[in-house]
């Protein structure tokens, strides 16, 4: 038996796998090894893990565990392993990158160009079975051109500055209730600030119809993820653009746009990348056996 999980920065998805691929999925929060330690991750798992989980807990012989920090230090996987390790004790726990479980699920063992743009950003070159080109995302605070939390950013300077038009602003305080002060000072004391700013891409998408301003902004933050991250991939253009993540599926219209001004060519679109890790890790269950 074995456990897959997609850990973002906002949510984890996880899905129990047996044998014969009988599925179970189930969502916690998200694990960013930046910004919550070990102690944290076993405690929220006790809290929210379903009960029938936590009974087979002993049977889970390996995890994958697919994070938006893992994958890049021995420092922070080690904070996922021991938060997981602390409910999942029988388990052999591989951390890999959320960009690795990306083009798994995109292009399973298939070539190509695999991006994100969740709450962050990131993409890649993947050659079937590993990431062999990735331009730095540069994260919340210096990138993560084209996420929710840059759509957020843009929307909330805009607001702050006041240079939004006089109807969206006003919608936008009455949804809110925040001067431009209280919104400044809420953004540099939230824990999580990353995902305080994304949270205002939803409102960016409830509004996207009412005036052309939200689509201008959201279309600006796609060009800026093309014209700073993807167009520094060599020979971009023959790859087709594959994606996952909830600001790619729910602005699909404005994303695949841009994606055919820049030159490219449209493939998968997905709002997670569980059904793909799923079918991925099946397919090895299963030559494992042969």
Not at 53 to 75: L, N
Request: proline content about 3%.
């Amino acid at each position: 038996m074995i456990l897959i999980a997609d850990g973002g920065s906002t949510k984890t998805t996880w899905c129990l796998l047996n044998e014969t691929g009988e599925e179970s999925l189930f969502e916690t929060e998200g694990y960013h090894p930046f910004f919550v330690g070990s102690d944290s991750i076993r405690a929220s798992l006790e809290k929210n893990l379903p009960q029938e989980v936590k009974e087979k807990a002993c049977s889970v012989k390996r995890i994958y565990f697919y994070s938006a920090g893992g994958g890049y230090s021995p420092e922070t996987d080690g904070i996922l392993v021991e938060g997981i390790s602390g409910i999942f004790s029988s388990a052999r726990i591989t951390i890999e990158t959320d960009l690795l479980a990306a083009a798994r699920a995109l292009l399973g063992d298939n070539k190509g160009f695999a991006a994100i743009l969740g709450t962050g950003t990131n993409s890649c070159i993947y050659d079937g079975n590993e990431v062999t080109a990735n331009v730095e995302s540069l994260g919340f605070l210096l990138g993560d051109e084209g996420s929710g939390s840059y759509i957020g950013k843009k929307l909330i300077g805009d607001y702050i500055r006041e240079v939004m038009p006089d109807a969206v602003s006003n919608d936008f305080f009455d949804s809110f209730q925040l001067t431009g002060m209280e919104l400044l000072n809420k953004v540099y004391e939230h824990p999580l600030p990353n995902r305080y700013c994304a949270s205002f891409a939803k409102f960016a998408g409830e509004h996207l119809q009412e005036d052309h301003y939200y689509e201008s902004l959201v279309e600006g933050a796609f060009h800026d993820f093309f014209r700073n991250i993807v167009v520094r991939y060599p020979n971009y253009r023959e790859y087709s653009f594959n994606c996952v993540g909830s600001i790619a599926y729910y602005f699909r219209d404005l994303l695949e746009r841009v994606v055919i001004d820049q030159g490219m060519k449209t493939g998968k679109i997905d709002k997670d990348p569980m059904k793909g890790l799923v079918a991925y890790h099946l397919k090895g269950m299963t030559n494992t056996k042969k």
